[in-house]
């Protein structure tokens, strides 16, 4: 197969990705034969509870899983395959292809160093400029992701901004040497809302400017729908939908899916209308359920989805809206 | 600025009041001196005599009252062994302590910082673990043992290096390595533990994330964040420091004031404790003053409060 004619519209295409942990009382499997891929310019929203493997998928293309991490399948960056590359090789290629950013802008940041010093040092580091010149290029970078008054920021140290301009330093750091796929791992978790929405903006305009393929994590719809192109909804270290951000939020077919989004609260509801709780807890990775892993919490299961792992299948309307249900409701 | 040094100073005349006052109280319950001066062949008449020369047969309050003059004048009379005055043999041996002490210090940190960051790296490996628990036998012996044995083996045994003194060029290496032993041993831990805590921080794995080798993460940006715990860690230790070499200088016979201090305690020399006493007590409070302002210095988020 030619790679550079198939790929073309790929920047990272993940198959069949196995992750296992090896921890002290034995193998926990984080993440069970996930696939995906994100295009240039596009943004593909991975969405889900917290420990339901988001993060852990996506880490596993940023290089920033723990030692003790065994991934097995396939991850393909701009049609090469990178798992199982050299240490050295794989160092370079994710320093300057792959940008992430944190969801706590203010751990992430190191706190003896002022801002700018810390993105001229990418500078430095990867385009061998003299203190001065990565000095300057810093300050424009942090003008690029709207900072105000960026020379008198770049002089500051992390603790002395706010937190939406402390991710916006922790994009401008992301973003220095104009990688091809911007990791945003919950972005926008630890911000006030209001400061939110204006760096969901900043991540779209410079995803449009660059034309980047942007992977982001979240586990709050809102930010889903206020981004996303396609979504996967991951669950118990599985994808179980996905789709366009329309077909999986329009009209949903897992019934965790329906279940997420009808908690929910909806502007103009009726106060009769209560939010729907989904019953239970999310696994931890150590018992998952057998079978398909919602059953236990799903009011639509039936006696197959206690042994039998439901397949990712077509909807009659899409072929790329995927899902995994044995008893979806009528319509699917 | 002016006004941590404003209050720092207030702090210092406190430290230095209090811990002469209770030196004062200490020392005249434990005994007296005029017995020590006056030797076993002494009459009760001839230690009378002594004991009203040195003023010690007036009241507590008289002999405190005029303790306090002495310490404001800087003048604690004259040694009752040294038949001199006591604060300038104090100062006279002050340099000589502060020589010993700055070697000691300088490589108990040469050693720990580097043995610290190797153990944190190497944690899982023996080598890192070897470390470890030379670490915590080096903290488990007395500095003194530490001090006999060396001279057992490299004065007596090998005839390396001089036993006693401080002519020779070569006197300073083993009082230096029995005084730094402990705060050699307890700083490598104290470098290993920082080390593992900060490197399961955000910004290490941001540094990561750019791609910046291991070398740059540990020695730019790990060193530089654990410098801030360690430093104030540095500064209580400093003090105990100088507990160390009180001892470390008797076993050695190292010209400082602890040696002077160990035989003023022996003669019940009040004059040369009470200089002696007020000198250390300076130092330590001048060691930490010096620690607190390097820290806002090390800190930046401290910095900002200050400005």
């Known amino acids: 197969m030619n790679l550079a004619e198939q790929k073309v519209d790929t920047v990272v295409s993940i198959k069949n990705l196995d992750v296992v942990f090896n921890t002290a009382s034995g193998p926990l499997q984080a993440i069970h034969t996930t696939n995906w891929s994100v295009a240039p310019g596009e943004t593909f929203v991975i969405l889900g509870e917290s420990g339901a493997g988001k993060s852990v998928s996506v880490h596993a293309v940023s290089g920033l899983l723990p030692s003790t991490a065994r991934i097995t399948g396939s991850i393909e960056f701009e049609g090469n395959e990178i798992l199982g590359a050299d240490q050295e090789s794989l160092r370079k290629l994710r320093a300057e292809k792959i940008g992430v950013i944190f969801q706590d ?3 992430s940041l190191d706190p003896c160093f002022k801002v700018g010093a810390q993105i001229a040092e990418i500078f430095q580091v990867h385009r061998g400029m003299s203190k001065d010149e990565a000095w300057n290029q810093a300050v424009s970078l942090l003008d690029s992701v709207q900072i105000p008054d960026p020379e008198r920021r770049a002089n500051q140290f992390p603790h002395q901004l706010s937190g939406g ?3 916006r330093v922790m994009i401008a750091m992301a973003i220095a040497l104009e990688p091809k796929l911007l990791i945003a791992d919950e972005p926008t978790t630890a911000l006030d809302a209001s400061v939110q929405v204006a760096v969901l903006e900043l991540i779209q305009r410079l995803r449009d400017q660059r034309d980047m393929a942007v992977v982001l994590i979240t ?11 396609r979504i996967a909804i991951m669950y118990a270290g599985r994808i179980v939908e996905t789709g366009t951000a329309q077909e999986v939020l329009r009209s949903p077919k897992h019934p965790y899916t329906q279940a997420l989004l009808s908690s929910m609260p909806r502007i103009g509801a009726s106060k009769a209308e209560l939010l729907t709780t989904i019953s239970g807890t999310p696994p931890s990775l150590a018992t998952i359920p057998s079978g398909c892993a919602f059953h236990p919490r799903c009011t639509r299961a039936i006696e197959k989805c206690k042994t039998d792992v439901p397949r990712l299948e077509p909807t009659k309307q899409s072929v790329n809206h995927i899902f995994s249900c044995h008893n979806p409701a009528e319509g699917a | 600025m002016l006004r941590v040094l404003g209050s720092r100073a207030l702090q210092l005349i406190l430290v230095v009041l209090g811990i002469s006052t209770l030196l004062f109280f200490l020392v005249r319950v434990s005994g007296d001196p005029a017995l020590a001066v006056a030797g076993s062949e002494a009459t009760t008449e001839d230690i009378e005599i002594i004991r009203e020369s040195l003023g010690l047969n007036r009241s507590i309050f008289e002999q405190y009252f005029a303790f306090l003059i002495k310490l404001a004048t800087l003048n604690f009379g004259d040694s009752y062994i040294y038949l001199q005055p006591s604060m300038p043999l104090i ?19 040469l050693v720990a910082i580097p043995a610290g960051i190797f153990a944190a790296v190497k944690r899982r490996n023996a080598s890192g673990r070897f470390i470890l628990s030379m670490s915590m036998l080096g903290q488990s012996i007395p500095p003194f043992i530490i001090g006999i044995f060396m001279i057992l083996v490299f004065s007596v045994w090998l005839q390396w290096l001089p036993s006693f003194g401080n002519e020779q060029p070569t006197s300073i290496i083993m009082p230096a390595i029995a005084l730094s032993a402990v705060l050699m041993a307890r700083h490598t831990r104290l470098v290993r533990a920082y080390f593992i805590e900060e490197m399961n921080r955000g910004y290490v794995r941001t540094g990561k ?10 020695f730019k940006h790990i060193l530089r964040n654990i410098s801030v ?33 160990v035989n003023a305690v022996k003669a019940r020399d009040y004059p040369m404790l009470e200089a002696g006493v007020f000198t250390v007590a300076v130092m330590v409070v001048l060691v930490n003053l010096i620690v607190d302002l390097l820290y806002q210095f090390v800190d930046p988020r401290l910095r900002a409060k200050v400005n």
């Not at chain 2, 000589?96 to 210090?105: D, E, K, N, R």
């Not at chain 2, 994330?209 to 540990?218: A, E, P, Y």
């Not at chain 2, 420091?241 to 400082?256: R, T």
């Open chain 1, 105 to 107: 802008p203010l751990t």
């Open chain 1, 165 to 167: 301009q402390r991710q």
């Open chain 1, 219 to 229: 586990h709050n719809i809102g930010v889903a729908a206020a981004i996303a192109d």
């Open chain 2, 91 to 109: 100062l006279e041996a002050l340099p000589s302590t502060l020589y010993l002490s700055f070697v000691a210090f300088a490589l108990a940190m």
């Open chain 2, 209 to 218: 994330s750019l791609g910046f080798n291991n070398r740059r993460i540990r």
């Open chain 2, 229 to 261: 715990p360690m430093l104030s860690l540095i500064g209580i230790d400093l003090g105990k420091f100088v507990g160390g070499a009180v001892i470390i200088e008797a076993v050695f016979a190292w010209p400082g004031i602890g040696s002077l201090m």
